[in-house]
């Protein structure tokens, strides 16, 4: 072990003796190797610093050329906007001199036409005064001023004039009749030929008809609450009097009496007849009825084959089947104009379809809940227009009073239409009071024209005989009146269907032999 302790020892002295000893060596060594390295990278340096000055100069020289040319473009194009500018300038001077002559020949003008306004000036008020001279010289010699002159021939040429205007009016319309009147008369007699109608008749009462008078007094309950329950849930009035088994029901709306009498019906047949069970009994009955309002509805919209129609709409029109018109049920008239207005648009080679729905349509104004103010044209157009129909039928529902103005072919077959459902015989009532009334307004109204003798309404107001003193009216004036008064019956009066006119004049030559 000692051995070789003193071997490692012996090795470890020796290795660090040669390593003191070549340091020295050592570093002479890497003195020479960096001083040759740093030699190589001078000259590398410089070799570097040569190109890259080169390469800038070069890069110089490039950007310096191409600075020179756009210069040198620039300047061209200054050269070019330059030239166009003083060619404009030049323009422009010769257009100033040029306006500026045209200025001096208009001011040489006004001042010539100047001087011929004074001239023309001048000259009219000498005309005015020889004018005025001659008009002393006539008023002279005719012993009239010139406005009594003018007043006289004023008047006549208007009295031509007038005479002249209803004969050629009165020519106007023969011409279109004789082109028009035939074949109107064809489409509507085949109109009228293909439509089979009701007379229907609705009043303002309903009769309820009992089995015994011993129900009236359940019916009016202990000190009149029976009664009193049912008028005040109904709206209607009841009237119960000596009229044997028989109750009267009153009012103007035709669905409260209808909830009114059915209400009576279920009552009656129950038994229990007391405020409690009206009121339920009543409003049951209501739901049943606006139920049996939109079946109505629908009912007439499938009969008719119409499509789209909306839900409102469809419950006015089952509304109608409630109301009157003149004594005409509302409904029956609405699909006997649907029927018509589709069967002349089909003659005048219309949209069939469109006419009958604007038929069915044309009165649902009659049948207001809230708006009873507006009329019922102007009402239903709104209505129609606000669920969507066509413009076409909104048109002809507003138009069908003239209250309007007629925009398609449409609205005057809608009117044409109703007119024909609603003037034919038994299709309304009349009560005689107002009948008697518009005979006596015919009457007066041909009364009212100079020269009418006598004026007799006949045919139940269809015709209108007008006796004129032959002393009075010449028969050109006799003529002119037949046409005056038909003209102002359609402007002042409203009737159904149409009114003939008929003038007669009569001289008599009476002489004796004696």
Aim: proline fraction near 2%.
């Amino acid at each position: 072990m000692s051995e070789i302790f003193y071997i490692i020892i012996g090795l470890v002295v020796g290795l660090a003796v040669g390593y003191f000893a070549g340091i020295p060596l050592i570093k002479k060594q890497n003195q020479a190797q960096a001083n040759l390295l740093l030699e190589e990278a001078k000259s590398k340096a410089e070799s570097v610093k040569q190109s890259k000055m080169l390469e800038s100069k070069e890069k110089f020289l490039s950007l310096k050329s191409e600075h020179d040319k756009e210069v040198q473009k620039r300047n061209s194009e200054i050269q070019v906007s330059e030239n166009r500018i003083k060619q404009k300038e030049q323009s422009l001077d010769d257009r100033l001199r040029v306006s500026k002559q045209k200025e001096d020949e208009v001011e040489k003008v006004k001042q010539q036409l100047g001087a011929q306004q004074s001239g023309l000036a001048r000259k009219e008020q000498e005309l005015e005064s020889v004018r005025q001279q001659q008009i002393k010289m006539l008023e002279k010699v005719a012993t009239l001023t010139a406005e009594e002159a003018k007043a006289q021939m004023i008047e006549a040429v208007k009295a031509d004039a007038h005479s002249e205007a209803i004969a050629q009016s009165k020519i106007i319309v023969e011409e279109a009749k004789l082109t028009a009147t035939k074949d109107a008369k064809r489409i509507i007699l085949q109109t009228i030929q293909r439509t089979a109608a009701e007379t229907a008749i609705e009043n303002t009462v309903t009769v309820f008809n009992l089995e015994n008078d011993e129900v009236k007094g359940r019916i009016i309950g202990r000190e009149g609450r029976n009664i009193r329950a049912l008028e005040g849930a109904t709206g209607i009035e009841i009237i119960v009097d000596d009229t044997p088994e028989a109750i009267v029901l009153s009012g103007f709306d035709p669905v409260r009496r209808e909830i009114a009498r059915l209400s009576l019906h279920r009552l009656v047949a129950d038994g229990r007849i007391h405020p409690a069970r009206i009121e339920e009994v009543v409003e049951k009955t209501r739901k049943d009825i606006e139920q049996e309002i939109i079946e109505i509805g629908q009912r007439t919209v499938i009969d008719l084959g119409l499509t789209g129609l909306h839900p409102e709409l469809i419950r006015i029109v089952g509304r109608m089947r409630y109301r009157s018109s003149y004594g005409q049920n509302l409904l029956k008239h609405s699909r006997e104009v649907a029927n018509l207005c589709a069967t002349m648009a089909t003659e005048f080679g219309l949209n069939a379809k469109l006419a009958k729905r604007a038929g069915l349509l044309h009165d649902i104004g009659k049948v207001p809940e809230d708006d009873a103010e507006t009329p019922h044209a102007l009402l239903g157009m709104k209505w129609a227009e606000k669920y969507g129909e066509h413009p076409e039928v909104i048109n002809a529902i507003g138009a069908h009073h003239d209250e309007i103005e007629m925009t398609s072919m449409l609205s005057p077959i809608i009117q044409a239409c109703d007119a024909i459902s609603g003037s034919r015989p038994g299709a309304r009532r009349e009560d005689t009071e107002n009948y008697i009334k518009r005979l006596k307004d015919l009457e007066a109204l041909a009364m009212s024209f100079r020269g009418v003798d006598k004026a007799f309404a006949i045919q139940a107001g269809r015709e209108l005989r007008v006796m004129v003193d032959s002393e009075k009216a010449t028969d050109a004036e006799a003529d002119n009146l037949s046409f005056e008064i038909s003209q102002r019956i359609m402007k002042e009066m409203i009737y159904p269907g149409q009114i003939k006119i008929t003038v007669i004049r009569e001289k008599r030559a009476v002489n004796f032999a004696k």
